[in-house]
């Protein structure tokens, strides 16, 4: 029976919010035989790198959220600017009006991003982030008289978003299983892991090997019909997959050769995740067409995100044959004052030393890490900045994924949790991306967290029956 409209739960009351859950609300991600019958761990508050659960526990929050709650929890003057700007101005529309926030944001982002990316179409997050820069390729080239060059190139194991375009472009394990997709417009490429190369091949060669199959897929389907590539520069849920070197900057010029658009996918790489404003220019020596971004550039304070688009391509439409034609796309939330307000903030925490903090700490991050591949489960541990992905396997010659237990994930993450560390299980996978302010002894702590926990879920797997050790 559903509850009634005045029940009343207190955060905390786990039972009863957990019940509530079941009977109204829908989760993301759900399988059909729990969908609208499904409560998951409640978060009462957070602090710093910490979350409280609804027992009580203090728990490291291993993934920032979902990637993006860079400056750490509870931070007073983020608050305060949410505040501020909502009594100043909550909100305007940006079909008649502009206010001055996303104004002022646009202009530093565009001193932040590399070559001519100057302006910023503003969104909700990173799927709708996504889908605009997609929109806008296909606007482009209608404008510009070439309305069959719209193909849209991405590579298995990637991930961007939720709407229908965006998430068709995904290339994940059980993305596609259920769900429709735009398959038609899209072609996929062969996932950049160096982990998972054909045996017997350097990287220097599966990277040669990598490129060729894009320059193959050019030429086969033909550069007049292919708009864009799309790339995370390092792949984020898929397991955080740094490309081998190189790689990016091959797939740019292949797009600069071919007039494709270089699309970067920075919604988790920017604000900080790699010690930068944006990843593409400052780690990677590339500088695409577009970047769009969300997540980290409020902390995950309001829902925000947003293109950053090159000022050439903008004149190009500007100087078309068409200046009547209309990008007939937008948010009511695209320029929120409040969000642009307190991602005008959050770029003052970052550049007032948070930056420079991820950057010192993440080498002493990704080495302490590390130190987990002596765990026979543990086939690789492997990022880059503040973001990492501990990879179990079965038998270490082979490398396969744990077959007889695709949740092994989840083993670890319910370890994890009893000992105060959240993560993030991905099927055998577990990614970690904390806060940008977590310190040295934090980091130890995560790392005997996660060393006790695969441990404890190998001893389990063994007792199971489900693995030999
Ligand atoms: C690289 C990347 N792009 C896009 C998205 C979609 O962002 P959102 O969930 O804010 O719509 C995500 C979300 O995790 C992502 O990791």
Known sequence: MAAKREE????????????LARQHLVQPWPVAGE?????????????????????????IDGPAGMWCVNAGHRRQE????????????????????????????????????PGDLSHVFYTTGGSSAVETAL???????????????????????????STYLSASLNGRPRDHDWMDSATDQVIKLTCPNPFRRPAGMDEAAFCDMLVEEFRDVIAARGAERIGAFIAEPVMASGGVIVPPAGYLQRMRALCTENDILFIADEVVTAFGRLGS????????GIEPDMITFAKGVTSGYFP???????????????RSNHSEAMFAHG??????????????????????????????VSEYFQSSLKRLEDLPLVGEVRGLGLMACIECVADRVSNNPLTLDLEVGKRIDAHCQELGLLVRPLINMCVMSPPLTIERPQIDTMTDILH???????DELVREGLWKG
């Open 277 to 284: 404003v944006f990843a593409s220019k400052e780690v990677f």
């Open 78 to 113: 983020l608050a305060q600017v949410l505040y501020d700007q909502a009594m100043e101005l909550s909100y305007n529309s940006p079909w008649y009006t502009m206010n001055e926030p996303s104004v002022a944001l646009s202009a530093r982002l565009s001193g932040h991003a």
């Open 452 to 458: 006790t926990s695969i441990r404890r879920t190998m």
């Open 35 to 59: 969908i609208g019958d499904e409560a998951r761990g409640g978060i009462r508050s957070g602090e710093g790198i910490y979350v409280i659960d609804g027992e009580g526990r203090r728990l």
């Open 8 to 19: 009343v739960v207190k955060v905390g009351e786990d039972e009863g919010l957990a019940a």
């Open 304 to 318: 925000l995100g947003g293109v950053m688009i090159s000022a050439r391509l903008l004149e190009d439409l500007r």
């Open 135 to 161: 929109r806008f390729m296909q606007f482009a080239n209608n404008v510009r008289e070439r309305p069959e060059k719209k193909l849209i190139v991405s590579r298995q194991g990637g991930y961007h978003g």
């Open 331 to 360: 948010l009511t939330y695209s320029s929120h004052p409040i969000g642009c307000a307190v991602a005008l903030k959050n770029l003052d925490i970052l550049e007032g030393g948070l930056l420079n903090h991820a950057r010192g």
